[in-house]
């Protein structure tokens, strides 16, 4: 069990954490999100007693991290693949970290086995690649066997293979009843994973709830509907009794409907009554990352613009080929994502707008927090109205949610 | 357009790509899948002409990489976030780039701007985050206004925001009729991205398909029904000889069928249906199924060495053995 | 491609890395300081020189022995200019830019060579004016026969010294291993080499050694060296000329 109360963290003037008060629970997989530079890497090496917190404190099983006994043994930390000594091999890396703690040496060869790493155990880690890196972070966090266990962006450089078993390892140490507490910034990762998310923006606490309900929280569910293709008098005759009835519809790309407000059996039932035949009719979900994308807006750094290209538009210089023609070239926006309306882009990034960061560098750069300046809040950008939640046409061709 | 034609690559005894023959198309993101240590990498160095091959070609809209005229104005690539000089500020890192292959200077600012790097643009890259550097890369890529582009793993190190933003990138650049191809071991956010899959495995080509044929391929595809007249429907489509599975939630199953022809099972005996949908099997487990016998590092179950010294049956795990006693 | 494109773009290559400039600043400052040191203590030992030593006194080549480490911070430009694109990984944006790769490293290594040269001459005629200053009344005048030559030749031999590394680095890749490699080479084995009787006839073949001669304005006496200064010059292009072959055959061959 993780606990933070009232966890600030200032550098200077600025403020990367603000009164921050959360649990990890045990037996659970907490994913923990946030934009970058939120605020996140810092909350977790406050955890680890890496850095101090400026007020507040955090606490792992009751003890700040530095009193906790025998530390090593309670709490395993994937931090940063290469905090490794790179001339070191693997095995002895491990050796290293075990006899720190007292933890016998065959339990170095036990996690090289649980991470596939036993056969390049004794070379030198420098020759690693991230995937094999991140392995070797992982094989250190569950040396000692610690019942609690961080992990930052685990899944970083590994193979489609390595993502599989970290996910399992993860569900599996939870279902132990060890705590897990897991930073991802890949969405559609962490909705496989964690069942509780903690998400942060500007350094402060934005949700602490479990997945399924950020999502329903921060989006609607809707139905897809499709009618037959030979007939698209039925579509057009559903369409209309759907919207009279209450429900939002919306035309998708390959010609079914995305209907929201009204529940499975109740379209069901005005499809009979209008006499329509069904040829689909399925849940879904929005994504975790529709939602977590609509609850951070304007705690976002580094927003991306339109590319003006207006350079390439001019004649190149004498000698030098100019690009094929292109489709759309020379349009202000041909690189911008399809405009809201089109139903394409649900969370609009707000285009050729300064973004919301007026002081340059990231936090991890050693920069000041953009953030946290005691500054006017987000701006909450009105570019992004709340609408109703349309993903990208093509999401939910290839991404049922439950066909797991 | 970028065709491999019996692209191979030898070190010393490795066979590190073998006889690759595939063409890359204009119009659609093309996703290039594989195992560590497929070849994916070596594949995308040869196409840029940084490897030679062992035999075969790689034309670039039908040409050696090496003929192009200015290359960054036909394939802009990003291949490592890191390839760059770290005490050299990103706007002299892409200005040198731009300057190389005859790009005019306004459009260093163009692409900064629009990879929202604008603000740090004097910066030393050596201070940026993996994100940033990867905006960089992105940046650099995009720089020469190319037909072809290609990423290697670009989500690498961004933030959601920037997954978002690089997979409509991708998506609209297709979209205009370039070709887009990039590789990426995030199935999740392949299939949110591709359109189109090349996967490799131990050098060889095992599948050039698109993303619905490779996923109907390589795994079970079936359709979930829910209704109220649950019995009558169970004996409407035994009779229509369609094999059906009840799930666990009262849902049924029904594999390898057409939702269309159960829609119209259904309407034609006046069955109330609440639900009718297609399942498909994840991106992720298709890919599981097609390359379950080519990868490299094997994580392993997790037996202990020797039986737990206190086996206590309700929390056996490894570890029990010294850590508990 | 128009190679001068490529020019133009390793220019803003080199100027825009903090190591081009603290490499040649300190290649300036070390050569002038030390040289204008050793001057000034030359002066004061003159009176006390043997007969041998006082005929044999070469103002000119003594206001450049600021260069025996000066050449070493010539040394570290000329290796870093090239093996910072394999270091860093940019090496692979490089040619992915620039597949012709002759014309990369050469067009890399005019624009590097040029740069040095400007400064090795500057270096050069400060080192000379000031190193002069320092000796009072020994010293010599740019208008004296030969002298005007050492001091242009002070200036070529820094440039070929960079040119020579970087054909090295060009070969080897990493800084590290080209450092290792020049750093004591030019500092300690070339020495060695030429002090051991029994070497010394391989030693001045070696590219300061014979290089150095183009500064020397007085002969030795005895000196039994079998080739002139310009004869030492080009042997000392002949290095460089190999280096820079060496490289580019393996950056030809290699893959990058």
Same mark, same amino acid.
């Given at each position: 069990?993780?606990?933070?109360?009232?966890?600030?963290?200032?550098?200077?003037?600025?403020?990367?954490?603000?009164?921050?008060?959360?649990?990890?629970?045990?037996?659970?997989?907490?994913?923990?999100?946030?934009?970058?530079?939120?605020?996140?890497?810092?909350?977790?090496?406050?955890?680890?007693?890496?850095?101090?917190?400026?007020?507040?404190?955090?606490?792992?099983?009751?003890?700040?991290?530095?009193?906790?006994?025998?530390?090593?043994?309670?709490?395993?930390?994937?931090?940063?693949?290469?905090?490794?000594?790179?001339?070191?091999?693997?095995?002895?890396?491990?050796?290293?970290?075990?006899?720190?703690?007292?933890?016998?040496?065959?339990?170095?060869?036990?996690?090289?086995?649980?991470?596939?790493?036993?056969?390049?155990?004794?070379?030198?880690?420098?020759?690693?690649?991230?995937?094999?890196?991140?392995?070797?972070?992982?094989?250190?966090?569950?040396?000692?066997?610690?019942?609690?266990?961080?992990?930052?962006?685990?899944?970083?450089?590994?193979?489609?293979?390595?993502?599989?078993?970290?996910?399992?390892?993860?569900?599996?140490?939870?279902?132990?009843?060890?705590?897990?507490?897991?930073?991802?910034?890949?969405?559609?990762?962490?909705?496989?994973?964690?069942?509780?998310?903690?998400?942060?923006?500007?350094?402060?606490?934005?949700?602490?709830?479990?997945?399924?309900?950020?999502?329903?929280?921060?989006?609607?569910?809707?139905?897809?509907?499709?009618?037959?293709?030979?007939?698209?008098?039925?579509?057009?005759?559903?369409?209309?009794?759907?919207?009279?009835?209450?429900?939002?519809?919306?035309?998708?790309?390959?010609?079914?409907?995305?209907?929201?407000?009204?529940?499975?059996?109740?379209?069901?039932?005005?499809?009979?009554?209008?006499?329509?035949?069904?040829?689909?009719?399925?849940?879904?979900?929005?994504?975790?990352?529709?939602?977590?994308?609509?609850?951070?807006?304007?705690?976002?750094?580094?927003?991306?613009?339109?590319?003006?290209?207006?350079?390439?538009?001019?004649?190149?210089?004498?000698?030098?080929?100019?690009?094929?023609?292109?489709?759309?070239?020379?349009?202000?926006?041909?690189?911008?994502?399809?405009?809201?309306?089109?139903?394409?882009?649900?969370?609009?990034?707000?285009?050729?707008?300064?973004?919301?960061?007026?002081?340059?560098?990231?936090?991890?750069?050693?920069?000041?927090?953009?953030?946290?300046?005691?500054?006017?809040?987000?701006?909450?950008?009105?570019?992004?109205?709340?609408?109703?939640?349309?993903?990208?046409?093509?999401?939910?061709?290839?991404?049922?949610?439950?066909?797991? | 357009?970028?065709?491999?034609?019996?692209?191979?690559?030898?070190?010393?005894?490795?066979?590190?790509?073998?006889?690759?023959?595939?063409?890359?198309?204009?119009?659609?993101?093309?996703?290039?899948?594989?195992?560590?240590?497929?070849?994916?990498?070596?594949?995308?160095?040869?196409?840029?002409?940084?490897?030679?091959?062992?035999?075969?070609?790689?034309?670039?809209?039908?040409?050696?990489?090496?003929?192009?005229?200015?290359? /960054?104005?036909?394939? %802009? +690539? *990003? $291949?490592?976030?890191?390839?760059?000089?770290?005490?050299?500020?990103?706007? =002299?890192? &892409?200005?040198?780039?731009?300057?190389?292959?005859?790009?005019?200077?306004?459009?260093?600012?163009?692409?900064?701007?629009?990879?929202?790097?604008?603000?740090?643009?004097?910066?030393?890259?050596?201070?940026?985050?993996?994100?940033?550097?990867?905006? /960089?890369?992105?940046? %650099? +890529? *995009? $720089?020469?206004?190319?037909?072809?582009?290609?990423?290697?793993?670009?989500? =690498?190190? &961004?933030?959601?925001?920037?997954?978002?933003?690089?997979?409509?990138?991708?998506?609209?650049?297709?979209?205009?009729?370039?070709?887009?191809?990039?590789?990426?071991?995030?199935?999740?956010?392949?299939?949110?991205?591709?359109?189109?899959?090349?996967?490799?495995?131990?050098?060889?080509? *095992?599948?050039?398909?698109?993303?619905?044929?490779?996923?109907?391929?390589?795994?079970?595809?079936?359709?979930?029904?829910?209704?109220?007249?649950?019995?009558?429907?169970?004996?409407?489509?035994?009779?229509?000889?369609?094999?059906?599975?009840?799930?666990?939630?009262?849902?049924?199953?029904?594999?390898?069928?057409?939702?269309?022809?159960?829609?119209?099972?259904?309407?034609?005996?006046?069955?109330?249906?609440?639900?009718?949908?297609?399942?498909?099997?994840?991106?992720?487990?298709?890919?599981?199924?097609?390359?379950?016998?080519?990868?490299?590092?094997?994580?392993?179950?997790?037996?202990?060495?020797?039986?737990?010294?206190?086996?206590?049956?309700?929390?056996?795990?490894?570890?029990?053995?010294?850590?508990?006693? | 491609?128009?190679?001068?494109?490529?020019?133009?773009?390793?220019?803003?290559?080199?100027?825009?890395?903090?190591?081009?400039?603290?490499?040649?600043?300190?290649?300036?400052?070390?050569?002038?300081?030390?040289?204008?040191?050793?001057?000034?203590?030359?002066?004061?030992?003159?009176?006390?020189?043997?007969?041998?030593?006082?005929?044999?006194?070469?103002?000119?080549?003594?206001?450049?022995?600021?260069?025996?480490?000066?050449?070493?911070?010539?040394?570290?430009?000329?290796?870093?200019?090239?093996?910072?694109?394999?270091?860093?990984?940019?090496?692979?944006?490089?040619?992915?830019?620039?597949?012709?790769?002759?014309?990369?490293?050469?067009?890399?290594?005019?624009?590097?060579?040029?740069?040095?040269?400007?400064?090795?001459?500057?270096?050069?005629?400060?080192?000379?004016?000031?190193?002069?200053?320092?000796?009072?009344?020994?010293?010599?005048?740019?208008?004296?026969?030969?002298?005007?030559?050492?001091?242009?030749?002070?200036?070529?031999?820094?440039?070929?010294?960079?040119?020579?590394?970087?054909?090295?680095?060009?070969?080897?890749?990493?800084?590290?291993?080209?450092?290792?490699?020049?750093?004591?080479?030019?500092?300690?084995?070339?020495?060695?080499?030429?002090?051991?009787?029994?070497?010394?006839?391989?030693?001045?073949?070696?590219?300061?050694?014979?290089?150095?001669?183009?500064?020397?304005?007085?002969?030795?006496?005895?000196?039994?060296?079998?080739?002139?200064?310009?004869?030492?010059?080009?042997?000392?292009?002949?290095?460089?000329?190999?280096?820079?072959?060496?490289?580019?055959?393996?950056?030809?061959?290699?893959?990058?």
């Amino acid at each position: 069990m993780i606990e933070a109360v009232g966890l600030t963290k200032r550098y200077g003037d600025k403020t990367a954490v603000y009164n921050l008060s959360f649990q990890v629970r045990p037996g659970a997989v907490t994913g923990f999100l946030g934009p970058n530079g939120s605020g996140k890497s810092t909350t977790m090496r406050m955890i680890l007693g890496l850095d101090n917190p400026t007020a507040g404190q955090v606490t792992i099983g009751g003890y700040p991290y530095p009193k906790l006994p025998n530390a090593p043994r309670q709490v395993g930390a994937l931090l940063d693949a290469k905090a490794v000594h790179g001339g070191r091999s693997a095995r002895s890396h491990l050796l290293c970290l075990a006899q720190l703690s007292g933890i016998p040496a065959r339990r170095v060869d036990e996690v090289l086995g649980v991470v596939g790493l036993q056969e390049v155990a004794r070379k030198r880690s420098k020759g690693f690649s991230l995937g094999m890196g991140q392995r070797l972070g992982i094989a250190a966090a569950l040396l000692g066997d610690p019942q609690v266990l961080l992990f930052d962006e685990p899944v970083n450089g590994l193979d489609p293979e390595g993502i599989l078993w970290v996910r399992n390892l993860m569900k599996a140490l939870a279902a132990e009843g060890r705590t897990v507490f897991v930073s991802s910034h890949l969405m559609s990762e962490m909705a496989l994973t964690a069942d509780h998310l903690i998400v942060i923006g500007r350094g402060q606490l934005l949700a602490d709830m479990s997945v399924k309900d950020f999502i329903s929280a921060n989006s609607a569910d809707f139905a897809r509907v499709r009618t037959p293709d030979t007939e698209p008098q039925l579509r057009e005759k559903l369409t209309s009794a759907l919207t009279e009835a209450g429900g939002h519809v919306l035309p998708e790309q390959d010609g079914a409907l995305r209907i929201t407000g009204l529940p499975l059996p109740r379209i069901s039932d005005i499809a009979h009554d209008a006499d329509v035949r069904l040829w689909e009719l399925s849940p879904h979900q929005a994504s975790l990352e529709e939602a977590y994308m609509r609850m951070t807006q304007g705690a976002v750094d580094y927003r991306s613009t339109v590319d003006q290209k207006s350079g390439l538009m001019q004649p190149l210089p004498p000698g030098a080929q100019p690009p094929m023609p292109v489709p759309g070239q020379g349009q202000p926006d041909w690189y911008a994502p399809p405009p809201p309306q089109q139903g394409g882009q649900p969370f609009a990034m707000p285009q050729g707008q300064p973004g919301p960061y007026g002081a340059p560098g990231a936090p991890g750069a050693g920069q000041p927090n953009p953030y946290a300046q005691p500054a006017p809040a987000a701006p909450q950008t009105p570019a992004a109205p709340p609408q109703p939640p349309v993903s990208a046409a093509s999401a939910d061709l290839t991404k049922p949610e439950d066909a797991r | 357009m970028i065709e491999l034609e019996g692209l191979t690559k030898r070190y010393g005894e490795k066979l590190a790509v073998n006889n690759l023959t595939c063409t890359v198309r204009p119009g659609m993101v093309t996703g290039f899948l594989g195992p560590n240590g497929a070849g994916k990498s070596t594949t995308m160095r040869m196409m840029l002409g940084l490897d030679r091959p062992t035999a075969g070609d790689v034309r670039i809209d039908g040409k050696h990489y090496d003929h192009l005229k200015d290359p /960054l104005t036909y394939i %802009g +690539a *990003l $291949l490592d976030a890191k390839a760059m000089h770290g005490g050299r500020s990103a706007f =002299n890192h &892409l200005l040198c780039l731009a300057q190389s292959n005859g790009i005019p200077k306004r459009r260093v600012a163009e692409v900064l701007d629009t990879v929202g790097l604008t603000a740090v643009a004097k910066k030393k890259a050596k201070g940026f985050s993996l994100g940033m550097g990867q905006r /960089l890369g992105i940046a %650099g +890529a *995009l $720089l020469g206004d190319p037909r072809i582009l290609m990423f290697d793993e670009p989500v =690498n190190g &961004l933030d959601p925001e920037g997954i978002h933003w690089i997979r409509n990138l991708m998506k609209s650049l297709a979209a205009q009729g370039r070709t887009v191809f990039v590789s990426s071991h995030l199935m999740s956010e392949m299939a949110l991205t591709a359109d189109h899959l090349v996967v490799i495995g131990q050098g060889r080509l *095992l599948a050039d398909t698109s993303m619905s044929d490779f996923i109907e391929r390589n795994s079970r595809s079936y359709i979930r029904i829910r209704s109220p007249q649950r019995e009558r429907l169970l004996d409407v489509l035994h009779e229509a000889g369609v094999t059906v599975v009840e799930s666990g939630s009262g849902a049924l199953e029904v594999d390898g069928g057409k939702p269309e022809q159960i829609g119209e099972l259904a309407a034609q005996h006046q069955i109330v249906l609440h639900e009718l949908s297609p399942q498909q099997a994840s991106l992720e487990e298709a890919f599981m199924q097609l390359t379950a016998e080519s990868v490299e590092y094997h994580a392993h179950a997790d037996t202990p060495h020797e039986p737990p010294q206190e086996p206590s049956p309700a929390r056996q795990h490894w570890g029990d053995g010294w850590n508990r006693s | 491609m128009a190679a001068i494109q490529v020019v133009r773009s390793e220019w803003t290559k080199i100027r825009s890395v903090a190591s081009t400039v603290w490499t040649l600043s300190l290649a300036v400052v070390v050569t002038v300081a030390l040289g204008m040191l050793i001057s000034a203590l030359s002066r004061h030992e003159f009176d006390k020189m043997s007969i041998k030593d006082r005929l044999s006194f070469d103002p000119t080549f003594i206001s450049f022995a600021g260069m025996s480490l000066g050449q070493l911070a010539m040394i570290v430009f000329g290796v870093l200019v090239v093996s910072n694109e394999y270091s860093t990984g940019m090496i692979r944006t490089s040619l992915a830019a620039v597949p012709q790769r002759g014309t990369f490293l050469f067009s890399k290594i005019a624009v590097a060579t040029g740069l040095a040269l400007a400064v090795g001459m500057a270096t050069g005629f400060v080192a000379f004016f000031l190193g002069q200053a320092m000796l009072g009344s020994h010293r010599a005048s740019i208008g004296d026969p030969h002298v005007l030559r050492a001091v242009i030749g002070g200036g070529i031999y820094m440039t070929l010294i960079a040119v020579f590394s970087m054909g090295v680095a060009a070969m080897l890749r990493s800084p590290m291993l080209s450092l290792g490699i020049l750093m004591p080479f030019f500092f300690l084995i070339s020495n060695i080499l030429g002090n051991v009787d029994a070497t010394k006839k391989i030693g001045r073949f070696l590219p300061d050694q014979a290089g150095s001669k183009i500064m020397q304005v007085v002969p030795r006496i005895d000196d039994d060296t079998p080739y002139g200064p310009y004869g030492g010059l080009g042997i000392m292009v002949l290095w460089a000329l190999a280096a820079l072959l060496g490289g580019y055959v393996l950056l030809k061959r290699r893959d990058a």
